[in-house]
């Protein structure tokens, strides 16, 4: 209690009624897979612009992850984790400018192609007494030949010019140590091609140059494989303060709490199927994330089609489907795990985590590899293979039909009942954090008990949870019904809960018979 030494008013602030607990968000999902340039840190992205911002455009023959990423956006997605996988041994390109090194923002041959011009600074031409300098950075995805400066306005009549697919212009620049427009601070802040720093802390201004390529160090490494995309929790590359970001793979998203989904949509090449039992093996360690998986390219026959593996923590589709590719003008057919993962967003935003993610448009397909009928999916639907249907002679148009993982459990055989769970853990897990260490005793429990209550009863309102009332909803119980005295005198505070979730209609009957005017007399 609080100690009262000196004669005096006092004004004390207590806590008024249980710690709320805030549910966790379902809808982010983490990417991994090869871009075509960028950083390898897990980023957050927002949109189909911005991943285009940092990630660049679609590598054909390479990777799926950007068709992926434009379809989760397209299906309802609004915020996904991108973790960029390079080749063993890969390094980024990087130079001396003056004393500021500037290094590609993230390992690869991509780097290669990136251009610096430094010129005095437009405000510093009018003040002499400024020593301030501009700074423009050009890529290009494919080198033009022959090259014309973008950036030289005597040739911008010039018919070789081409425009470049990126150009960032940093004016107004200055080396002075603790200034706004200090180049470290302007440019690591919002360059989305590279990241600068002084080699000589007591460094001048950076002299001018003509528009000249950065380097030709950067290299791509040794092919990519299934290892590549387990990552680690290491500095990407070695510099001051680690400006190329810390942790890549699947070890970089593990660290990323707000991930709820998690696919590799690049999964189906090569036969990386470690990939495939890596992303699984996440989920089920961390049990706060579900995984989407696809199935092999061509798997026209349905008898030996099957889940990779019995999991609650993950869900597998059926068939591919084909998009429109902006570089070709025609069809391409790609896995559709990130159009999935974007209708699971869409429908958590919509309806809640606990409405299956099922009977939705899949927005952007336009056709299914294989046409599935009924008889097909009478086969695949009890062994947890979900089906993208083809509704269009109907008016429904392509959809998603199907909501099972792929686990042999009953008690576990719907995603809306697994992730509904990882809602509920994860959410009183976070919100309970203030109990550690808190007095084992009675007020405790009785602190715990309302919490949690009061959370799962706006649960049970939102139509998450089955019952006409709370106690058919779920129940909490913790007193001394849940722990013993070894319980206690160890440090364990037990709380028992049970919620009734609630199962899809994925079985709609209607039982129908002739009425006839005798039988109503």
């Not at 004669?7 to 991994?32: D, H, K, M, N, Q």
């Not at 005597?154 to 200090?182: C, K, M, W, Y």
């Not at 959370?455 to 007193?479: H, N, P, Y």
Request: proline share 7%.
């Amino acid at each position: 209690m609080p100690e009262y030494l000196a004669p005096g008013v006092y004004v004390e602030e207590i806590s008024a009624g249980p710690r709320p607990i805030e549910g966790v968000g379902t809808s982010t999902a983490g990417f991994l897979g090869m871009t075509e340039r960028g950083p390898e840190y897990p980023r957050l992205i927002t949109s189909w612009l911005e991943f285009q911002r940092w990630y660049g455009g679609y590598i054909p023959e390479q990777s799926y992850l950007a068709y992926a990423v434009q379809g989760f956006f397209e299906n309802g997605g609004q915020r996904c984790f991108i973790g960029r996988i390079v080749g063993d041994n890969a390094q980024p390109t990087a130079a001396d400018v003056g004393n500021l090194m500037i290094m590609a923002v993230g390992r690869g041959m991509w780097g290669n192609r990136l251009r610096v011009r430094v010129d005095p600074a437009t405000q510093a031409n009018a003040d002499a007494g400024r020593d301030w300098f501009r700074i423009r950075i050009v890529y290009y995805r494919t080198d033009p030949d022959p090259f014309v400066d973008p950036t030289d306005p005597d040739q911008l009549l010039n018919p070789n010019r081409v425009e470049p697919d990126v150009l960032e212009d940093f004016d107004n620049l200055t080396h002075i140590t603790g200034a706004s427009n200090n180049v470290e601070t302007v440019i690591n802040a919002a360059s989305h091609l590279v990241r600068v720093w002084w080699n000589d802390a007591g460094a001048a201004r950076v002299p001018d140059q003509a528009l000249t390529p950065l380097g030709a160090n950067g290299s791509d490494g040794a092919t990519i494989a299934a290892s590549d995309f387990d990552g680690n929790l290491d500095p990407i590359v070695r510099v001051p303060r680690d400006l190329l970001g810390r942790g890549r793979g699947l070890a970089g998203l593990s660290t990323v709490d707000e991930v709820a989904l998690l696919l590799a949509p690049d999964e189906v090449r090569n036969n990386m199927q470690q990939v495939t039992n890596n992303v699984i093996n996440q989920c089920e360690l961390l049990k706060d994330r579900f995984a989407i998986v696809s199935v092999n390219q061509g798997a026209s026959d349905v008898n030996p089609l099957r889940p990779p593996r019995d999991t609650t923590y993950a869900a597998f589709y059926h068939p591919w489907i084909y998009v429109y590719d902006p570089l070709t003008n025609r069809p391409l057919l790609i896995p559709p795990s990130g159009h999935i993962a974007g209708i699971f967003a869409r429908s958590d935003i919509e309806r809640g985590v606990h409405k299956a993610p099922a009977n939705e448009v899949v927005r952007g397909a336009l056709n299914p590899e294989f046409t599935v009928t009924k008889g097909m999916q009478d086969i695949l639907n009890p062994r947890g293979v979900n089906c993208i249907r083809d509704f269009r002679s109907d008016g429904r148009g392509i959809r998603l039909w199907g909501a099972r993982t792929m686990s042999s459990d009953p008690e576990w055989k719907y995603v809306n009942v697994r992730r509904l769970f990882l809602f509920v853990e994860e959410s009183i897990d976070e919100g309970a954090q203030w109990v550690v260490f808190e007095p084992n005793h009675e007020p405790t429990w009785a602190k715990v008990r309302r919490s949690v209550t009061n959370f799962l009863i706006t649960v049970w309102r939102s139509g998450a949870l089955m019952g006409t009332t709370q106690d058919e909803a779920f129940f909490v119980k913790c007193d001394r019904t849940t722990m013993t005295e070894d319980d206690i005198n160890n440090g364990r505070l037990i709380c028992y809960i049970g919620i009734a979730p609630v199962r899809p209609a994925e079985f709609v009957i209607f039982r129908i018979s002739q009425k006839t005017i005798e039988a109503t007399g």
